[in-house]
């Protein structure tokens, strides 16, 4: 299917919510970005962002994200790609990208958590380039010597992505930049206790400012150890937050329309040698549109 064909085609598939959503949104967004960007065939989406959408209709909302104007989505678990990857390869959408199950690294021995093994034999079967280590829940992230214990095994784990082709990174939010038992932060260690060959970070640009730290300069700090960037906005005035379960919904905002300059990050990225960058916006009352007014921003950088 061409791109922005989608609602000539697919109208009446899935609710009439969403495919109201949808005409309101897609039609207006070329499919390009700026010519200085070496991200400009490479922009990815990550699906969180339409979670309740995929609910109701993988493959219509996987076209628009297509007919958007994005190359590629990042997927939210590697027990997806068995069903996604097909569908994705008949629109053109690529996948290089997926979070695995965090517990696998915190809680492995939770019934129900696949092992580490299984992950990454799933990652090497959809050809996966990178594998993202991305949360901590609250009880599994209050003292110095949890978060020492994950960059352990994630360097290990990350040794044997590595032989397979796969690089291995950490997703922040908040909650890692907050003061630990010994004064440091969650991402203090991390970048203290993680090897950079072994564990690179995707930097979530949104998380890192209202966790406290300014995007720019983190990217600059931790350069050559960015493999990933997750590039979200935040409304202007957002104050300090450390608990992502806190952070009100309006403070997510689409790219342009917050407090970050996405210009400048891209351009760092590219400085310090990220490989792709990753739109996300975890809460919008119309996901679609949302995902549509963000690449038009980068269209304009």
């Known amino acids: ?3 922005r ?3 000539k085609s697919t109208s009446g598939i899935a609710s009439a919510a969403i495919a109201s959503s949808f005409t309101n949104s897609i039609m207006a967004f070329p499919n390009y970005l700026s010519e200085n960007s070496k991200y400009k065939k490479t922009i990815g989406l990550q699906l969180w962002t339409v979670r309740n959408q995929m609910q109701e209709d993988k493959r219509k909302t996987l076209t628009a994200i297509s007919d958007a104007g994005y190359y590629q989505v990042e997927l939210g678990d590697t027990n997806d790609a068995a069903e996604l990857l ?4 008949d629109l053109g959408l690529a996948v290089t990208s997926s979070f695995l199950n965090w517990q696998a690294i915190c809680t492995p021995a939770a019934k129900g958590v696949p092992s580490l ?8 079967l959809a050809n996966l380039k990178h594998l993202v280590f991305g949360y901590i829940n609250k009880p599994n992230r209050q003292t110095s010597d949890q978060f020492k214990r994950y960059a352990e095994t994630s360097n290990q784990f990350g040794e044997k992505c590595a032989k397979s082709g796969i690089q291995l990174c950490y997703h922040n939010h908040s909650f890692e930049f907050a003061p630990l038992d010994n004064g ?6 991390l970048i203290e206790q993680l090897d950079e060959n072994h564990c690179k970070f995707e930097l979530d640009v949104f998380w890192a400012k209202i966790g406290g730290w300014d995007p720019i300069e983190t990217l600059n700090k931790l350069n050559g150890r960015v ?3 997750h590039l979200k906005d935040l409304k202007n005035g957002s104050k300090t937050c450390f608990d992502e379960g806190q952070v009100p919904h309006e403070a997510f905002k689409e790219l342009g329309n917050g407090s970050i300059d996405m210009a ?3 351009s760092v990225s590219e400085k310090i040698g990220v490989d792709q960058c990753h739109v996300e916006q975890d809460q919008s009352p119309n996901p679609i549109a949302s995902i549509g ?8 950088l």
């Open 1 to 3: 299917m061409k791109r």
């Open 293 to 300: 007014q963000s690449i038009e921003h980068l269209n304009t």
């Open 117 to 124: 093994d299984k992950i990454l034999e799933q990652a090497q």
């Open 264 to 266: 400048k990050v891209m």
């Open 184 to 189: 440091k932060t969650g991402f203090d260690i």
């Open 5 to 7: 064909t989608f609602l």
């Open 227 to 229: 493999s990933q960037v």
């Open 86 to 89: 097909p569908i994705c390869k």
